[in-house]
């Protein structure tokens, strides 16, 4: 089964930075899947809530407004990876994050069609 998978995840501190990182697990993803990859993310309590997405080109992003200006999503083509560096964390940024492949939608009404496992970003005040 095609599944992206996360790392990087982990215990911070308000302020710090963390950058997670998602690659295709087993064979590589179809050009569909892999046209518009992202990262959602879900805190308890919470529904699943979208954070950032990239074009394969990477010309194109588009960030919720609760982290843009702090979060940066890019990716290695040749590596098949897509990163999320997140600076300037807050404890409300604490939640489960997901890697996306297959990205569809606009703003507002993103969704997708590959999710990863998820890896957990918790940050204390």
């Known amino acids: 089964q095609v599944q992206p998978v996360e790392s990087g995840g982990g215990l911070v501190q308000a302020g710090d930075s963390l950058r997670l990182s998602c690659a295709a697990s087993g064979r590589t993803f179809s050009r569909y899947a892999m046209a518009w990859m992202g990262w959602f993310r879900q805190a308890p309590g919470k529904e699943r809530e979208f954070v950032a997405t990239i074009s394969w080109s990477g010309s194109s992003t588009y960030y919720a407004d609760s982290v843009k200006g702090r979060f940066t999503i890019s990716r290695d083509n040749a590596k098949n990876t897509v990163y999320l560096q997140m600076n300037s964390l807050k404890p409300e940024d604490t939640a489960v994050y997901y890697c996306?492949?297959?990205?569809?939608?606009?703003?507002?009404?993103?969704?997708?069609?590959?999710w990863g496992q998820g890896t957990q970003v918790t940050v204390s005040s």
């Open positions: 996306a492949a297959g990205v569809r939608g606009a703003p507002g009404s993103w969704s997708a069609d590959y």
